[in-house]
Protein backbone atom coordinates (compact mmCIF):
# COMPACT_ATOMS: atom_id res chain seq x y z
CA UNK A 1 0.00 0.00 0.00
CA UNK A 2 0.95 4.11 -0.84
CA UNK A 3 2.44 6.26 1.97
CA UNK A 4 -0.66 8.22 3.09
CA UNK A 5 0.13 11.56 5.10
CA UNK A 6 -1.31 11.65 8.63
CA UNK A 7 -3.32 15.00 7.50
CA UNK A 8 -5.30 12.36 4.69
CA UNK A 9 -7.22 10.51 7.50
CA UNK A 10 -9.80 12.91 7.85
CA UNK A 11 -11.92 9.62 9.31
CA UNK A 12 -11.12 9.46 13.24
CA UNK A 13 -11.33 6.08 13.53
CA UNK A 14 -8.85 5.01 11.10
CA UNK A 15 -6.99 7.99 11.91
CA UNK A 16 -6.38 6.20 15.49
CA UNK A 17 -6.10 2.60 14.44
CA UNK A 18 -3.07 4.31 12.17
CA UNK A 19 -1.61 5.98 15.26
CA UNK A 20 -1.87 2.51 17.19
CA UNK A 21 -0.43 0.01 13.99
CA UNK A 22 2.35 3.33 14.66
CA UNK A 23 2.90 2.57 18.52
CA UNK A 24 2.77 -1.16 17.55
CA UNK A 25 5.70 -0.65 15.32
CA UNK A 26 7.59 1.14 17.49
CA UNK A 27 6.90 4.85 17.19
CA UNK A 28 5.78 6.71 20.67
CA UNK A 29 2.22 8.04 21.12
CA UNK A 30 2.89 12.03 21.92
CA UNK A 31 5.23 12.24 18.76
CA UNK A 32 2.52 10.85 16.46
CA UNK A 33 -0.70 12.59 17.97
CA UNK A 34 0.33 16.29 16.79
CA UNK A 35 0.52 15.63 13.44
CA UNK A 36 -2.23 13.26 13.17
CA UNK A 37 -4.28 15.15 15.22
CA UNK A 38 -4.01 18.02 12.28
CA UNK A 39 -6.14 16.15 9.83
CA UNK A 40 -9.17 15.15 12.18
CA UNK A 41 -12.01 17.98 12.09
CA UNK A 42 -11.91 20.07 15.26
CA UNK A 43 -15.05 18.88 17.13
CA UNK A 44 -13.69 15.27 16.83
CA UNK A 45 -10.36 15.87 18.36
CA UNK A 46 -11.62 15.08 21.69
CA UNK A 47 -13.11 11.47 20.43
CA UNK A 48 -9.78 11.17 18.67
CA UNK A 49 -7.18 11.68 21.14
CA UNK A 50 -10.29 8.93 23.68
CA UNK A 51 -9.73 6.51 21.40
CA UNK A 52 -5.90 6.69 21.20
CA UNK A 53 -5.36 6.86 24.89
CA UNK A 54 -7.96 4.89 25.59
CA UNK A 55 -7.37 1.85 23.52
CA UNK A 56 -3.46 1.71 24.40
CA UNK A 57 -4.34 2.26 28.28
CA UNK A 58 -6.36 -0.76 27.98
CA UNK A 59 -4.07 -2.79 25.22
CA UNK A 60 -2.50 -5.35 27.36
CA UNK A 61 -6.08 -6.90 28.19
CA UNK A 62 -7.66 -5.91 24.68
CA UNK A 63 -4.75 -7.90 23.11
CA UNK A 64 -5.17 -10.88 25.09
CA UNK A 65 -9.07 -10.84 24.06
CA UNK A 66 -7.90 -10.80 20.25
CA UNK A 67 -5.83 -13.74 20.57
CA UNK A 68 -8.80 -15.10 21.63
CA UNK A 69 -11.43 -13.92 18.91
CA UNK A 70 -8.75 -14.25 15.96
CA UNK A 71 -8.35 -17.57 14.53
CA UNK A 72 -4.66 -16.45 13.63
CA UNK A 73 -2.22 -13.38 14.15
CA UNK A 74 -2.69 -10.54 11.76
CA UNK A 75 0.87 -9.65 9.60
CA UNK A 76 2.79 -6.46 10.44
CA UNK A 77 1.42 -5.07 7.16
CA UNK A 78 -1.82 -5.10 8.57
CA UNK A 79 -1.45 -3.84 11.67
CA UNK A 80 -3.61 -0.98 11.07
CA UNK A 81 -6.74 -3.47 10.45
CA UNK A 82 -5.35 -5.06 14.11
CA UNK A 83 -5.99 -0.61 15.34
CA UNK A 84 -9.44 -0.74 13.88
CA UNK A 85 -10.23 -4.01 16.16
CA UNK A 86 -8.13 -2.88 19.49
CA UNK A 87 -10.57 0.33 19.05
CA UNK A 88 -13.19 -1.28 18.72
CA UNK A 89 -13.41 -3.59 21.58
CA UNK A 90 -11.91 -0.82 23.53
CA UNK A 91 -15.05 1.36 22.87
CA UNK A 92 -17.32 -2.08 23.30
CA UNK A 93 -16.19 -2.09 26.76
CA UNK A 94 -15.13 1.22 27.86
CA UNK A 95 -17.45 3.94 25.61
CA UNK A 96 -20.82 5.09 26.42
CA UNK A 97 -21.44 4.74 22.34
CA UNK A 98 -23.85 2.27 20.61
CA UNK A 99 -23.10 -0.64 20.34
CA UNK A 100 -24.69 -0.75 16.61
CA UNK A 101 -22.76 2.34 15.76
CA UNK A 102 -19.16 1.09 17.62
CA UNK A 103 -19.33 -1.95 14.87
CA UNK A 104 -21.03 -0.18 12.11
CA UNK A 105 -18.57 2.93 12.54
CA UNK A 106 -15.18 0.43 13.07
CA UNK A 107 -15.95 -1.76 10.15
CA UNK A 108 -16.53 1.47 7.82
CA UNK A 109 -13.40 3.02 8.46
CA UNK A 110 -11.42 -0.09 6.89
CA UNK A 111 -12.15 1.39 3.85
CA UNK A 112 -10.38 4.67 4.86
CA UNK A 113 -6.78 2.79 5.12
CA UNK A 114 -7.49 0.91 2.46
CA UNK A 115 -8.04 -2.30 3.67
CA UNK A 116 -11.64 -3.08 2.33
CA UNK A 117 -10.98 -6.60 2.35
CA UNK A 118 -10.61 -6.85 6.34
CA UNK A 119 -14.45 -5.71 6.61
CA UNK A 120 -16.11 -8.83 7.13
CA UNK A 121 -12.93 -9.99 9.29
CA UNK A 122 -13.25 -6.77 11.76
CA UNK A 123 -17.46 -7.31 11.22
CA UNK A 124 -16.91 -11.03 12.49
CA UNK A 125 -14.69 -10.42 15.22
CA UNK A 126 -16.17 -7.30 16.88
CA UNK A 127 -19.93 -9.28 16.47
CA UNK A 128 -18.41 -12.39 17.99
CA UNK A 129 -17.20 -9.97 21.14
CA UNK A 130 -20.86 -9.00 21.77
CA UNK A 131 -22.25 -12.75 21.29
CA UNK A 132 -19.49 -13.94 23.72
CA UNK A 133 -18.33 -10.81 26.32
CA UNK A 134 -19.74 -12.45 29.77
CA UNK A 135 -17.78 -15.83 29.14
CA UNK A 136 -14.73 -13.97 27.61
CA UNK A 137 -14.64 -11.95 30.90
CA UNK A 138 -15.03 -14.48 33.29
CA UNK A 139 -12.36 -16.73 31.30
CA UNK A 140 -9.66 -13.97 32.37
CA UNK A 141 -10.85 -13.48 35.46
CA UNK A 142 -8.01 -14.88 36.88
CA UNK A 143 -5.21 -13.26 34.66
CA UNK A 144 -3.22 -11.13 36.25
CA UNK A 145 -2.26 -9.10 32.91
CA UNK A 146 -5.83 -9.09 31.86
CA UNK A 147 -6.93 -7.89 35.18
CA UNK A 148 -4.46 -5.24 35.58
CA UNK A 149 -3.86 -4.10 31.79
CA UNK A 150 -0.21 -4.20 32.62
CA UNK A 151 2.65 -6.01 31.14
CA UNK A 152 3.83 -9.17 32.70
CA UNK A 153 7.23 -8.50 33.27
CA UNK A 154 6.31 -4.90 35.17
CA UNK A 155 3.78 -6.47 37.30
CA UNK A 156 6.58 -8.55 38.55
CA UNK A 157 9.00 -6.14 39.50
CA UNK A 158 6.42 -3.66 40.85
CA UNK A 159 5.28 -7.12 43.15
CA UNK A 160 8.76 -7.14 44.14
CA UNK A 161 9.46 -3.99 44.78
CA UNK A 162 6.34 -3.14 46.56
CA UNK A 163 3.60 -3.81 48.95
CA UNK A 164 0.42 -5.37 47.83
CA UNK A 165 -1.37 -2.77 48.64
CA UNK A 166 1.35 -0.31 47.08
CA UNK A 167 1.09 -2.07 43.60
CA UNK A 168 -3.25 -1.99 43.19
CA UNK A 169 -2.65 1.40 44.40
CA UNK A 170 0.18 2.18 41.24
CA UNK A 171 -2.14 -0.16 38.41
CA UNK A 172 -5.10 1.99 39.36
CA UNK A 173 -3.60 5.51 39.25
CA UNK A 174 -1.46 3.83 35.28
CA UNK A 175 -5.12 3.37 34.12
CA UNK A 176 -7.16 6.37 35.14
CA UNK A 177 -6.74 9.47 33.11
CA UNK A 178 -4.41 11.86 34.67
CA UNK A 179 -5.70 15.43 36.02
CA UNK A 180 -4.86 18.54 34.38
CA UNK A 181 -2.98 20.67 37.38
CA UNK A 182 -1.21 23.96 36.75
CA UNK A 183 1.76 25.85 38.28
CA UNK A 184 1.31 29.34 38.70
CA UNK A 185 3.80 31.80 37.81
CA UNK A 186 4.28 33.12 41.24
CA UNK A 187 5.96 36.41 39.63
CA UNK A 188 2.54 37.65 38.26
CA UNK A 189 -0.27 36.07 40.85
CA UNK A 190 -0.27 34.37 43.65
CA UNK A 191 -2.21 30.75 44.31
CA UNK A 192 -5.26 32.23 45.78
CA UNK A 193 -5.24 35.12 43.21
CA UNK A 194 -5.16 32.72 40.15
CA UNK A 195 -7.74 30.51 41.92
CA UNK A 196 -10.39 34.05 41.78
CA UNK A 197 -9.48 34.22 38.43
CA UNK A 198 -10.16 31.04 37.29
CA UNK A 199 -13.39 31.05 39.01
CA UNK A 200 -14.42 33.86 37.38
CA UNK A 201 -13.98 32.33 34.11
CA UNK A 202 -16.05 29.46 35.24
CA UNK A 203 -13.20 26.91 35.37
CA UNK A 204 -13.71 24.83 38.98
CA UNK A 205 -10.44 24.20 40.45
CA UNK A 206 -8.74 23.74 43.93
CA UNK A 207 -5.00 23.60 45.55
CA UNK A 208 -2.72 21.64 45.32
CA UNK A 209 -1.81 19.05 48.53
CA UNK A 210 1.91 18.59 47.93
CA UNK A 211 2.87 21.92 45.53
CA UNK A 212 2.66 25.25 46.98
CA UNK A 213 2.11 26.80 43.57
CA UNK A 214 0.21 23.99 41.83
CA UNK A 215 -3.95 24.02 41.18
CA UNK A 216 -5.84 20.98 39.98
CA UNK A 217 -8.61 21.33 37.21
CA UNK A 218 -12.08 19.29 38.19
CA UNK A 219 -11.98 18.73 34.52
CA UNK A 220 -9.51 19.76 31.70
CA UNK A 221 -10.04 22.56 29.19
CA UNK A 222 -8.33 24.10 26.55
CA UNK A 223 -5.38 26.22 27.34
CA UNK A 224 -6.73 29.09 25.55
CA UNK A 225 -8.96 29.44 28.05
CA UNK A 226 -7.08 29.71 30.75
CA UNK A 227 -6.44 33.50 31.82
CA UNK A 228 -3.64 35.02 31.02
CA UNK A 229 -1.78 31.44 29.99
CA UNK A 230 -0.45 33.26 26.55
CA UNK A 231 1.53 35.69 28.72
CA UNK A 232 2.61 33.85 31.52
CA UNK A 233 0.84 33.40 34.19
CA UNK A 234 0.42 29.69 34.37
CA UNK A 235 2.03 26.16 32.82
CA UNK A 236 0.82 22.74 32.75
CA UNK A 237 3.23 20.59 35.22
CA UNK A 238 2.19 17.59 37.24
CA UNK A 239 2.28 18.46 41.41
CA UNK A 240 5.37 15.72 41.78
CA UNK A 241 7.38 17.54 38.71
CA UNK A 242 6.46 20.98 40.58
CA UNK A 243 8.51 19.25 44.17
CA UNK A 244 11.67 19.35 42.04
CA UNK A 245 12.18 23.23 42.37
CA UNK A 246 11.76 23.58 46.01
CA UNK A 247 14.29 20.39 47.01
CA UNK A 248 17.52 23.00 45.34
CA UNK A 249 16.92 25.17 48.29
CA UNK A 250 17.70 27.81 45.57
CA UNK A 251 19.42 31.32 46.74
CA UNK A 252 20.11 34.39 45.12
CA UNK A 253 23.33 34.51 42.77
CA UNK A 254 23.46 30.91 42.84
CA UNK A 255 24.84 29.58 39.33
CA UNK A 256 22.29 26.50 38.84
CA UNK A 257 22.87 23.58 36.29
CA UNK A 258 19.25 22.11 34.55
CA UNK A 259 20.55 18.58 33.35
CA UNK A 260 18.03 16.88 30.76
CA UNK A 261 16.13 19.73 31.09
CA UNK A 262 13.35 19.21 28.17
CA UNK A 263 10.65 20.28 27.71
CA UNK A 264 11.14 22.58 29.97
CA UNK A 265 9.02 22.74 32.76
CA UNK A 266 11.52 22.55 35.55
CA UNK A 267 13.91 25.06 33.90
CA UNK A 268 11.04 27.78 34.29
CA UNK A 269 9.99 26.80 37.30
CA UNK A 270 13.91 27.27 38.84
CA UNK A 271 13.42 30.76 37.60
CA UNK A 272 10.20 31.66 38.47
CA UNK A 273 11.29 30.29 41.99
CA UNK A 274 14.41 32.50 42.09
CA UNK A 275 14.56 35.45 39.59
CA UNK A 276 18.14 36.82 41.26
CA UNK A 277 20.29 33.86 39.87
CA UNK A 278 23.74 34.51 38.85
CA UNK A 279 23.19 31.88 35.89
CA UNK A 280 20.94 28.97 34.78
CA UNK A 281 22.69 26.25 32.28
CA UNK A 282 19.54 24.67 30.90
CA UNK A 283 21.68 21.19 29.15
CA UNK A 284 19.73 18.66 26.39
CA UNK A 285 21.38 16.10 24.32
CA UNK A 286 19.01 16.94 21.79
CA UNK A 287 18.80 20.33 19.88
CA UNK A 288 15.32 19.77 18.88
CA UNK A 289 14.45 19.38 22.32
CA UNK A 290 15.38 22.43 23.02
CA UNK A 291 13.39 24.57 21.11
CA UNK A 292 10.28 23.25 23.32
CA UNK A 293 12.54 24.86 26.00
CA UNK A 294 12.88 27.79 24.27
CA UNK A 295 9.70 28.48 23.58
CA UNK A 296 8.46 27.61 27.24
CA UNK A 297 11.13 30.41 28.20
CA UNK A 298 9.93 32.93 25.99
CA UNK A 299 6.17 32.76 26.90
CA UNK A 300 6.79 33.16 30.45
CA UNK A 301 9.63 35.71 29.65
CA UNK A 302 12.63 33.88 31.32
CA UNK A 303 15.95 34.03 30.34
CA UNK A 304 18.43 30.77 30.33
CA UNK A 305 21.61 30.12 28.54
CA UNK A 306 20.43 26.78 26.13
CA UNK A 307 22.90 24.21 25.39
CA UNK A 308 23.13 20.57 23.27
CA UNK A 309 25.11 18.50 24.62
CA UNK A 310 25.56 15.14 26.27
CA UNK A 311 25.27 16.18 30.28
CA UNK A 312 27.50 12.73 31.26
CA UNK A 313 30.44 14.02 29.39
CA UNK A 314 31.39 17.69 31.13
CA UNK A 315 34.47 17.69 29.45
CA UNK A 316 32.58 18.47 25.90
CA UNK A 317 30.72 21.63 27.73
CA UNK A 318 31.94 22.31 30.86
CA UNK A 319 34.13 25.38 31.47
CA UNK A 320 35.07 24.28 34.74
CA UNK A 321 33.29 27.08 36.54
CA UNK A 322 31.31 24.84 40.06
CA UNK A 323 27.93 24.69 39.58
CA UNK A 324 26.29 25.77 43.23
CA UNK A 325 23.20 23.32 42.40
CA UNK A 326 22.52 21.00 40.10
CA UNK A 327 19.04 19.31 39.16
CA UNK A 328 19.27 16.32 37.11
CA UNK A 329 15.49 14.68 35.36
CA UNK A 330 17.12 11.88 34.68
CA UNK A 331 15.77 9.06 31.65
CA UNK A 332 14.04 6.33 33.10
CA UNK A 333 11.77 3.60 31.94
CA UNK A 334 8.90 6.88 32.56
CA UNK A 335 6.70 4.20 34.41
CA UNK A 336 5.40 6.48 36.76
CA UNK A 337 3.86 8.35 33.80
CA UNK A 338 1.77 5.53 31.97
CA UNK A 339 -1.56 7.67 32.70
CA UNK A 340 0.02 10.28 30.25
CA UNK A 341 1.64 8.30 28.36
CA UNK A 342 -0.06 4.59 27.88
CA UNK A 343 2.40 3.73 24.81
CA UNK A 344 5.14 2.84 27.58
CA UNK A 345 3.09 -0.37 28.73
CA UNK A 346 3.69 -1.23 24.80
CA UNK A 347 7.03 -0.13 23.77
CA UNK A 348 9.16 -0.59 26.92
CA UNK A 349 10.98 -3.78 27.51
CA UNK A 350 12.37 -5.45 30.48
CA UNK A 351 16.03 -5.23 28.83
CA UNK A 352 15.66 -1.42 28.81
CA UNK A 353 15.75 -0.86 32.41
CA UNK A 354 19.74 -1.94 32.80
CA UNK A 355 20.46 0.43 29.83
CA UNK A 356 18.82 3.11 31.45
CA UNK A 357 20.69 2.32 34.88
CA UNK A 358 24.01 2.54 33.62
CA UNK A 359 22.89 5.99 31.81
CA UNK A 360 21.26 7.22 35.23
CA UNK A 361 25.29 6.16 36.62
CA UNK A 362 27.21 8.12 34.14
CA UNK A 363 25.22 10.93 34.48
CA UNK A 364 25.65 11.40 38.06
CA UNK A 365 29.14 10.84 37.87
CA UNK A 366 29.94 13.18 35.13
CA UNK A 367 27.77 15.65 36.40
CA UNK A 368 29.10 15.08 40.21
CA UNK A 369 32.83 16.97 38.79
CA UNK A 370 30.88 20.16 37.97
CA UNK A 371 29.03 20.70 41.76
CA UNK A 372 30.59 23.27 44.18
CA UNK A 373 31.51 21.58 47.63
CA UNK A 374 28.64 22.21 49.81
CA UNK A 375 26.56 22.09 46.21
CA UNK A 376 23.43 19.96 46.10
CA UNK A 377 22.40 18.01 43.02
CA UNK A 378 18.88 16.88 43.02
CA UNK A 379 18.38 13.30 41.75
CA UNK A 380 15.14 12.50 40.06
CA UNK A 381 12.94 10.03 37.58
CA UNK A 382 9.59 9.56 36.89
CA UNK A 383 9.99 5.76 37.11
CA UNK A 384 8.74 3.71 40.25
CA UNK A 385 11.04 0.85 40.19
CA UNK A 386 13.80 1.27 42.94
CA UNK A 387 16.43 -0.50 40.42
CA UNK A 388 16.38 3.30 38.83
CA UNK A 389 15.71 5.29 41.86
CA UNK A 390 17.29 3.96 45.21
CA UNK A 391 19.53 1.67 43.83
CA UNK A 392 20.75 3.97 41.26
CA UNK A 393 21.96 6.10 44.18
CA UNK A 394 23.12 3.48 46.36
CA UNK A 395 25.44 2.43 43.73
CA UNK A 396 26.68 6.05 43.18
CA UNK A 397 27.15 6.81 46.72
CA UNK A 398 29.36 3.52 47.48
CA UNK A 399 31.49 4.93 44.42
CA UNK A 400 32.26 8.24 45.88
CA UNK A 401 33.85 9.72 48.72
CA UNK A 402 32.47 12.90 49.01
CA UNK A 403 28.73 12.07 48.74
CA UNK A 404 25.88 12.77 51.57
CA UNK A 405 22.50 12.70 51.59
CA UNK A 406 19.95 15.23 52.74
CA UNK A 407 17.16 13.48 53.90
CA UNK A 408 14.01 15.39 52.26
CA UNK A 409 11.56 15.93 55.18
CA UNK A 410 8.44 15.68 53.37
CA UNK A 411 4.92 14.44 54.43
CA UNK A 412 4.12 13.56 50.71
CA UNK A 413 5.22 9.94 48.74
CA UNK A 414 6.62 7.29 50.71
CA UNK A 415 10.22 7.74 52.23
CA UNK A 416 13.01 5.44 51.26
CA UNK A 417 16.28 4.64 52.74
CA UNK A 418 17.86 7.54 49.85
CA UNK A 419 15.02 9.57 48.99
CA UNK A 420 10.96 9.51 48.80
CA UNK A 421 9.10 8.13 46.14
CA UNK A 422 5.93 9.11 45.31
CA UNK A 423 2.90 6.41 43.55
CA UNK A 424 0.31 7.60 40.60
CA UNK A 425 -2.81 8.66 42.75
CA UNK A 426 -5.94 9.07 41.26
CA UNK A 427 -7.01 12.72 40.60
CA UNK A 428 -3.37 13.23 42.12
CA UNK A 429 -0.30 13.44 41.13
CA UNK A 430 2.36 11.05 38.87
CA UNK A 431 4.66 8.54 40.11
CA UNK A 432 8.07 10.18 41.02
CA UNK A 433 11.30 9.56 42.49
CA UNK A 434 13.84 12.26 44.55
CA UNK A 435 16.67 11.86 45.89
CA UNK A 436 19.29 14.56 47.32
CA UNK A 437 22.70 14.83 47.27
CA UNK A 438 25.25 17.16 48.77
CA UNK A 439 29.21 17.27 47.65
CA UNK A 440 31.17 17.58 50.66
CA UNK A 441 34.12 20.07 51.07
Sequence with gaps: ????????????????????????????????????????????RSLFKELCFGSLRWYPQIAILLKELLERPLKQKDMEVQGLLVLGIYQLLYMRISQHAVVNETVASAKSINRLWAKGLINGVLRRFQRERESLLENFSNNRVFQAAHPKWLLEKLDSAWSKASVEEIIIGNNTQAPMILRINQKQYSREKYLGLLNNADIAAESSSISESGIKLDSAVDV??????????????????????????????????DACCAPGGKTCHILESEPDLQSLLAIDSETQRLRKVADNLSRLDLQAQLLAAKAENPEDWWNGNHFDRILLDAPCSATGVIRRHPDIKILRKPTDIDKLIKIQLSLLEGLWKTLANEGILVYATC?????????????????????????????????????????????????????RLKKLG
Design 383 to 435: SILPEENDEVIKAFIESQQDVAIMEIKECWGKKTEYGRQLFPTVSGHDGFYYA
Design 1 to 44: MAKTSSSAYKNTRAAAAVVIASVLRGKSLSALLPEYSLGIPEKE
Design 224 to 257: GNLPGFESGACSIQDEAAQLAAGLLELRPRQTVL
